[in-house]
């Protein structure tokens, strides 16, 4: 009796594991087959023709390229400063601990909630419009915990005895952290980083007020342009337009690009950490 | 007097790096102020029981209009919950698979496929949902449109359930090697020891993991925005169409002069919505610190 309750045991977890992967790898099994049909490499690389029916997604790949760029730019040097603090200087106490509670609680508002952020403060307050300049901040905002996560398990895995050894010879804490502590863990902070450029190149929600624009078949100008982005182009062709059944081969293939996009990088990200992790020993 | 200039250096440098530290308490403070700014003036047009508890959403079109959120909040609160009856047998059953039935090579690869799975954008779930999963539900329960809560939900509890793969893993293998050791000498199963013994120390975790994935389903957006059907009425069943917060700000927000009521009523649902999730930040924060105390970490 209690071999078979074994036995059913193992079977039900079985299922279960079959089906949760089945479920996740058919979305993208539906996706990729029916968007594979589409691309090739005027789809990648020209501008839409005949209002959204047909030509490629360029400016969508352009667009996030830039909302990308600005998000790293602004968050990384951030987010690497704040995981400084956190790792070398701070002891633990009643700083650390808001600090530790405001990344945790950031990390959970919903990306639509820094959209509305972004919309009031930069697109209106500071007066970027809805731009690239503006959704890029926003997606930085939205990325800044991952990156300060990701920087601190990259700072702390760099052994104390580096450390000591540079204050033996005399060197300062800022000097230690300079020329000893960063270049040592620079290359898993990252890695670590591009989970959340993934993250931030798939987002829609938040760039919904701040940066994306469906109708433009011409590339960004300057940073105070409104763009095309991936996501929210798919997004764009089920719901705008004016040939819906025109447009739904390219969202395939939008959505095929992003996926492969976004998969690559966290694929990429998720390996090089498990690496470095594994390596941990110097 | 070299000495004293360095150290005053070094303590300049380290107040530059606090500073920056504090920027994400600066984000998540003005976040408040700005949702609340805009979201408290709806208060002047209605009030607060008319706001949360008004069974009518109205904003457009209708003489006088009607700005009450409930049946919004109720919206949120079905694809919720029907995400979480999807995703937490899946996740948790996933979740002990990983971590006590498969074989190390196994976990190596199963681990890392999850966490990708947790990286899709959730647009592509909202696509997915539009092109294929809306009709199958539409022609399965022979509906006029299968733009339903139930679509949504079991959408959003897919996308929810490699967070609550992922994490429940790392608690259940985070239980001392030394507890399931000792179950096994006494001579209990796998099955008697990871219902009896690991479960109920992990239990604690698994729930920050659970609580994570629904703020991740509450806070999700495309997905509903498309998939959900969009009608502000008080759901009575799963299969009829629904409106939750983040649809309804994503939906409207475009279309809501600036100033109007309109306008401070979407940033109002704002209020709402990002009080829910910090109360699921606090709930799991303290649920995670009961497990790490509780296994002695």
């Known amino acids: 009796m209690r071999k078979f309750k074994e036995f059913v045991f193992r079977v039900f977890l079985h299922t279960i594991i079959v089906l949760s992967l089945m479920a996740l790898f058919s979305v993208i099994y539906f996706i990729v087959i029916r968007g594979a049909r589409v691309i090739n490499w005027e789809f990648l690389t020209q501008m839409p023709r005949d209002s959204m029916t047909a030509g490629g997604i360029f400016p969508a790949i352009v667009g996030t390229f830039c909302l990308v760029l600005v998000a790293v730019l602004f968050a990384l040097p951030l987010g690497v400063m704040a995981a400084i603090y956190l790792v070398e200087y701070a002891r633990q106490g009643g700083v650390v601990r808001i600090i530790r509670t405001g990344v945790n609680t950031l990390a959970g508002v919903p990306s639509v909630v820094f959209g509305l952020f ?165 | 007097m070299k000495r004293f200039f360095r150290r005053g250096k070094g303590k300049g440098i380290e107040y530059i790096f606090l500073f920056f530290a504090f920027a994400s308490i600066f984000f998540l403070g003005g976040i408040v102020f700005v949702l609340f700014r805009a979201g408290l003036p709806i208060l002047r047009t209605v009030t607060l029981g008319e706001f949360i508890l008004g069974r009518y959403w109205r904003p457009l079109f209708f003489e006088p209009p009607a700005y009450g959120i409930f049946p919004i909040i109720l919206g949120s609160l079905w694809v919720t919950l029907g995400a979480m009856c999807i995703a937490i047998p899946l996740g948790v059953g996933a979740a002990i698979y990983i971590a006590e039935v498969a074989s190390p090579r196994l976990k190596e690869i199963l681990k890392p496929v999850m966490e990708l799975f947790g990286a899709i954008p959730s647009v592509v779930y909202g696509f997915f949902g539009v092109v294929a999963f809306a009709p199958l539900i539409m022609r399965l329960f022979d509906l006029p449109i299968g ?63 659970i609580i994570l994935g629904m703020g991740r389903a509450i806070g999700e957006t495309m997905v509903v925005m498309m998939v959900a059907g969009g009608s502000p009425v008080i759901p009575r069943s799963f299969l009829q169409p629904v409106r939750p917060m983040t649809a309804t700000i994503g939906l409207e927000m475009g279309e809501a002069a600036s100033g109007s009521p309109h306008m401070h009523a979407l940033f109002g649902i704002g209020c709402v919505l990002f009080a829910m999730t910090l109360l699921f930040s606090i709930i799991a924060e303290r649920f995670s610190s009961r497990f790490r105390r509780g296994v002695g970490m």
Do not use: C
């Open chain 1, 118 to 282: 972004g919309m009031v403060m930069f697109v209106r307050l500071f007066g970027f419009g809805v731009s690239i300049l503006s959704g890029g901040l926003t997606l930085g905002i939205m990325i800044l915990p991952t990156i300060i996560r990701t920087s601190e398990e990259a700072l702390l895995a760099v052994p104390q005895a580096f450390r000591e050894a540079s204050f033996a010879l005399g060197a300062t804490k800022w000097q230690t952290i300079y020329r000893i502590v960063l270049p040592n863990s620079i290359s898993s902070i990252l890695t670590g980083s591009i989970l959340g450029i993934g993250r931030a190149a798939g987002d829609t929600a938040s760039i919904l007020f701040t940066a994306a624009t469906f109708y433009i078949i011409h590339l960004p100008r300057s940073v105070f342009s409104e763009v095309q982005a991936l996501p929210y182009h798919i997004y764009g062709l089920l719901t705008e337009g004016t040939h819906p059944q025109a447009q739904i081969p390219i969202a395939y293939g939008t959505a095929t690009v992003l996926l492969f996009l976004v998969l690559s990088m966290s694929a990429v990200s998720i390996v090089m950490r498990n690496r470095f992790r594994r390596r941990k020993k110097w």
């Open chain 2, 147 to 209: 733009l339903t809560a139930l679509s949504a939900s079991i959408l959003l509890g897919l996308m929810a359930l490699p967070t609550i793969v992922t994490v429940s893993e790392d608690v259940i293998s985070s239980v001392p090697a030394l507890y399931k050791e000792a179950s096994y000498a006494l001579g209990a199963t796998k099955l008697e020891t990871t219902l009896k013994v690991v479960l109920p120390a992990a239990f604690p975790g698994i729930v920050t993991a």
